[in-house]
């Protein structure tokens, strides 16, 4: 299998998760079933993301094209991928990284997102059989010639414990932030609802701080969050979000809330779930230049950044953490 041959059975499976088969479906109630945050929305919007940003052949193309040393057959290393399960389908990138690159992919998949990523792996090899030896899962990742890990700054250290003297991206707790200048109009604000709002804030493109102005009138932002105010119906978000009002409550602590989030003004970049933090600012470009050193930071949304409703839609290129995984992993 060269390498165009990977690129075109990619590029069908694109087209499979548009079409939206009933197996698929089958396995995003298996998805919804292993975690409760996975709703039936969420789940559709990483798939079409995936299918639109990941796996349209021209984009494939020009991705691999940039990177020299690509396996033109497969090789014979073997990749351990250790994914998280924030978000749904949050490994897949990795994966689509291993595979293309004709690498050997040894996933240890979340329990809480298994369901839809050996779903599609078992689609390609449905295609074709050679696939099924390119992808195993286990829950036990030992004799690989590199890693590449996601999880907590607790999990990581033990990521570098096990994986250090080997080639690795081991990758710690993230998230993003947005930059408001005040002058926003209604299409930007709604665009910055999905970047704060969008798998309920779980995943680190989240936005879970904002930078304001000096004087900023939070009505407009509040009133057009309002898109999802229906996060409030899920049990598992609702929950959370009596806790954090109760906090909130108790402590005295001054909050603006539409009923669904909360706006607390706060230094923190991490905010508890159906929270948004806030901090006013006087200059945007020493904002700016203060918020590029930070190792925090995923991402910055805004005028000059990442575009509003971006932010939890990366292109191929645009890696977790700015390391270029394809070119880790041709370098092996």
Known sequence: ????????????????????????????????????????EFQEQALQNIAAAFLQKEALEKWTASHSGLAPEFTSKKIGIIMAGNIPLVGFHDWLSVFVSGHQAHVKPSSKDQALIKHLVKKLAEWEPRTATQTFFSEMLRGCDAYIATGSNNSSRYFEYYFG???HIIRKNKTSAAVLTGQENTADLEALADDVHLYFGLGCRNVTKI????????????????????LADHHKYKNNYDYTLAIHILNKQYYMTNGAILLS???????????????????????????????DLQGIVGEGFIPFGLGQRPALDQYADGVDTMAFLAKL
Do not use: C
């Open 1 to 40: 299998m060269n390498l165009q041959h990977r690129i075109d059975l990619l590029s069908e499976l694109g087209q499979y998760i548009l079409k939206d088969s009933g197996e698929l479906q089958e396995a995003k109630l298996k998805a919804g079933a292993e975690n409760g945050w996975f709703n039936p």
């Open 165 to 167: 003297k080997y080639p």
């Open 211 to 230: 930078y304001v102005p000096e004087g900023y009138d939070f009505i407009s932002l509040l009133d057009t969050f309002r898109k999802y105010s229906y």
């Open 265 to 295: 003004e706060n230094p923190a970049f991490f905010s508890p779930i159906s929270q948004l933090n806030y901090e006013f600012y006087t200059d945007k470009n020493a904002l700016a230049g203060q918020l590029a050193g930070q190792d």
